[in-house]
């Protein structure tokens, strides 16, 4: 039997590109740094409930990622979610509400990622430092210092900073992930166990230093013993306050849902801060995936395309395609 394929990163974009490899027939073996699956999709468990954290909820537009979510959405791993949909601007809070279907995990946004592992082969807490080959076959190295392989090939789906970094075999791969620039967001989850007298359920900010607000538990499946809401920072905001302190990041935040939402908002009784410092690409793109078919290389992820989690389903699809094909 031939060298399974080794692919770095459990997000949507490597489990994407996982099981189109295997229904191709193909052995694959995932690693991630991560406790869990799910990267920018994951959920964290707390006193307050679970979290969605990082993506709070996506969109399907192209027709193959349409079919996929159908199919998720039959077997329970995803529900729709219809918020109660406001913004804010001009320093006002008004409805705002639209017609587009969105999408979750259920009961949380990590559902999917769990659910797509499987009986897939996966390394968790185990960070890649290096990917190189020999002379026939590649082979990793993990920050404690063990290898792991040979592999056929290595597929590379992390941001692009960190994919820069394993992509040293292949120069120019490498260089192409380099270009791209990632800007970092600030989340914080607030907790309260008398929950706010407000109808938003969730909130496109359009100023100050928020982008994006909403209630945790409005989302199917979700429960706990408080209300949680998940505040997100503007990119801008974000990059300017990167190294500031997480409980100032709770406490500058937290002022400014307070101001904004409409209704008193007594102190929390639940309150954390998570930075993101890959959140998502300054800019979308169209490279779809990177690859070297002669060397057997190749990345994928948000920063090839859209930036959203569609965005890194499709380069995950399109990473397995071009590696098939070469084969
Ligand atoms: P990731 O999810 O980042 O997965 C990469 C994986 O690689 C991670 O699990 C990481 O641990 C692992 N990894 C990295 N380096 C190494 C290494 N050296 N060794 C081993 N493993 C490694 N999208 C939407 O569509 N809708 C939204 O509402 C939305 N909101 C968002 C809000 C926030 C705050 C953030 C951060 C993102 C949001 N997104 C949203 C974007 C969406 O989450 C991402 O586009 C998508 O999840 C990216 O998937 P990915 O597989 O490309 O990367
Ligand atoms: P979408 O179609 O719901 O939203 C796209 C954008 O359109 C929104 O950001 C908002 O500006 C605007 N919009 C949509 N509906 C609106 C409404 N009813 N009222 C006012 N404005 C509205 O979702 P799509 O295209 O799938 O985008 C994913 C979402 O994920 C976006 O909101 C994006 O900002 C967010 N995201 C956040 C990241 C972060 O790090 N905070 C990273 C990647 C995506």
Not at 244 to 260: N, S
Request: glycine residues 10%.
């Amino acid at each position: 039997m031939s060298a399974p394929i080794a692919i770095i990163g459990t997000g949507i974009a490597g489990l994407s590109a996982a099981h189109a490899l295997r229904n191709a027939g193909q052995n694959v073996q995932l690693f991630d740094k991560g406790h869990g699956s799910g990267g920018r999709m994951a959920s964290k468990r707390s006193e307050a409930g679970v979290l969605d954290l990082g993506a709070q909820y996506f969109t399907a537009r192209d027709r193959r990622f349409l079919d996929a979510v159908q199919k998720w959405r039959d077997e329970g791993w995803v529900a729709d979610w219809d918020p109660d949909l406001y913004e804010y601007r001009d320093g006002r809070l008004s409805p705002s509400p639209d017609e587009q279907p969105r999408w979750v995990g259920t009961p949380r946004m990590s559902a999917i990622t769990r659910a797509l592992l499987q009986d897939l082969t996966a390394t968790f807490c185990c960070r890649i430092t290096e990917v190189y080959r020999g002379e026939e076959h590649w082979q990793l190295q993990d920050s404690e210092g063990k290898t792991h392989g040979p592999f056929s090939h290595v597929l590379i789906a992390t941001p692009a900073p960190q994919a820069a970094a394993l992509l040293a075999s292949a120069p120019k791969l490498a260089a192409a992930a380099a270009s791209i620039a990632m800007e970092p967001t600030w989340a914080v989850a607030l907790g309260f166990r008398e929950p706010l007298a407000t109808p938003v359920q969730g909130c496109f900010v359009q100023e100050g230093p928020l982008s994006w607000l909403a209630s945790n538990r409005s989302k199917p499946g979700r429960d706990g013993q408080m209300d949680t809401w998940v505040l997100h920072a503007t990119s801008s905001w974000s990059r300017q306050h990167v190294d500031l302190p997480k409980e100032q990041v709770c406490e500058t935040l937290r002022g400014t849902f307070a101001e904004m939402i409409g209704c008193a908002v007594p102190e929390p009784d639940f309150s954390l801060a998570h930075r993101w410092l890959y959140a998502r690409p300054s800019e979308a793109h169209q490279i779809g995936a990177l690859a070297d078919g002669g060397l057997g290389i190749y990345a994928c992820g948000d920063w090839c395309l859209s930036g959203r989690v569609e965005g890194a389903w499709l380069s995950g699809l399109e990473a397995a395609r071009r590696l098939l094909e070469h084969l």
